[in-house]
């Protein structure tokens, strides 16, 4: 990965976001800096995808007080795709709690590609984490309802009350994939054969594709990480859609494996968690401050589009976000005794 962020200063990170000015034309700064960076390719392999106009590009902040920051194609709609593993993830995190979902998918790092069969045979079976495809299925063979139909309805509404207004399903996306799953019904057909999961295999990966295939726009991917950042209230409507144990919980995970096999540059450079979807959406959580959005669909090699990469690497960097910096503290002369 590729950041081109060196020559950008480092602020330090601080307990509140620079004034609504400093955020505005950092914003736009980040914006007009990466709009013509044209690295890395749309992804095809879903052939809808392939049809993506690549000159897109919108950046979105929504701070935890509700104030938005645009800049760019921030209202256009595009499948949330593997975005939407975090959010389902916080759902079923919320109706299991926090042991039995650790123990079920696991939280770690894979260090392979996102639909990686050889993962899943390394590991036993076990799917190690739900940013990955192995754990995301397993995660939606977890979403309670008595079939696919409520399940259904369990993710719409959920994905729904994190962005605030309620997500439509890009059918033609969904027909797409659907058509082109082999791959996706194969790691599911693989668990099963573990034993780790409970639901009808071919089923939940059609929930699953489903679930991809809502659409979402930068402004909304903002919204969603403004949730996750507020404590699971959502800033615009609200609402608490879950509580801040889970997003504690989901933000650890995506730490760790948000970025597929580029999590740990990913976090050395910008050092919060996000999480990306092939479609080019990113969500990146500033816990405490905000939530950005990114749309842009050239991707990297492992499914992360560049310029979303690049303009969040921005953003951290010159709002102080990096959860892992901190400055000297001046050392006070009168110290209370404990
Ligand atoms: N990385 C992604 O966004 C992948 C999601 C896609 N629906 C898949 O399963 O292949």
Redesign the pocket.
């Known amino acids: 990965m590729d950041l081109e962020v060196d020559d950008i200063e480092q602020r330090a990170s601080a307990g509140a976001l620079p004034s609504w000015d400093d955020v505005e034309s950092l914003v736009q700064a980040a914006y007009e800096r990466n709009r013509t960076v044209d690295d890395g390719e749309v992804a095809d392999y879903?052939p809808i995808l392939g049809e993506a106009d690549p000159a897109l590009f919108g950046v979105a902040v929504v701070e935890v007080d509700g104030r938005v920051h645009d800049a760019g194609d921030v209202d256009r709609r595009f499948s949330i795709?593997?975005i939407s593993k975090a959010f389902v993830y916080a759902l079923v995190c919320e109706e299991l709690g926090h042991r039995p979902v650790l123990e079920r998918i696991g939280v770690n790092n894979t260090g392979l590609p996102?639909?990686s069969v050889m993962a899943i045979e390394l590991n036993d079976g076990h799917p190690l984490n739900p940013m990955v495809?192995a754990g995301a299925i397993a995660t939606t063979a977890l979403v309670p309802g008595d079939d696919a139909d409520a399940q259904w309805a369990f993710i719409v509404e959920g994905l729904s009350r994190f962005a605030g207004r309620t997500l439509e399903l890009d059918d033609v996306v969904y027909r797409s994939?659907a058509a082109t799953?082999q791959r996706?019904r194969a790691i599911a057909g693989l668990l099963e054969s573990y034993g780790r999961l409970d639901r009808d295999p071919l089923e939940t990966v059609d929930l699953?594709?489903k679930q991809?295939a809502l659409l979402v726009s930068a402004h909304d991917l903002a919204v969603m990480g403004a949730t996750l950042a507020d404590g699971g209230l959502n800033p615009v409507t609200g609402v608490q859609v879950v509580s801040p144990e889970v997003c504690r919980d989901t933000l650890a995970v995506l730490a760790a494996s948000g970025l597929y096999e580029r999590s740990g540059e990913w976090l050395f450079e910008i050092g919060l968690p996000g999480k990306?979807?092939?479609?080019g959406g990113i969500v990146t959580v500033s816990p405490g401050k905000a939530g950005i959005g990114t749309y842009s669909p050239r991707l990297d090699s492992a499914?992360n589009s560049v310029r979303g990469q690049r303009a969040t690497a921005h953003l951290a960097r010159s709002l102080g976000l990096n959860i892992f910096a901190s400055t000297t503290h001046e050392p006070s002369t009168e110290r209370s005794r404990p």
């Open positions: 879903i795709q593997s996102f639909n495809n994939e799953n996706n699953y594709t991809c990306s979807g092939v479609a499914g």
